[in-house]
């Protein structure tokens, strides 16, 4: 079965970097949109970058744009989130999660209702 299992989080203070990991198994197409989402206590699922199989097209939130940057390495069935310059408010759980698409396709959406599958996440906490 498909799954998504996270790491990488943690504590650390504002300015400073963290890379997250997120291994995936079990898919059954060569065709999907993977990516990052985040929840903060009280607040929404959000989207913060996603990433197409098809040609590697990426999609960033405005709150993270020049500071995020999501990579894949297929040889290792593996998806990356290096985050930059953390600020506080990036502090949230962090969830894997993937939207299979079993066709050729030429879009991108990072919506959390469009995921398929996900992974339990990982807590990311930025303070001094």
């Known amino acids: 079965q498909v799954q998504l299992v996270e790491s990488g989080g943690g504590l650390v203070q504002p300015g400073e970097s963290l890379m997250l990991s997120c291994a995936v198994s079990g898919f059954t197409t060569h065709y999907y949109i993977i990516g990052w989402f985040r929840q903060a206590p009280g607040k929404e699922r959000e989207g913060v970058s996603c990433i197409s199989s098809n040609d590697g097209t990426t999609y960033y939130a405005d709150s993270v744009k020049g500071r995020f940057t999501i990579s894949r390495d297929n040889a290792k069935d593996t998806v990356y989130l290096y985050m930059d310059s953390l600020k506080p408010e990036d502090t949230a759980n962090y969830y894997c999660?993937?939207?299979?698409?079993?066709?050729?396709?030429?879009?991108?959406?990072?919506?959390?209702?469009?995921?398929?599958?996900w992974g339990n996440g990982t807590l990311v906490a930025v303070s001094s």
């Open positions: 999660a993937t939207d299979l698409v079993y066709y050729p396709f030429d879009y991108l959406t990072c919506a959390a209702s469009g995921m398929d599958y």
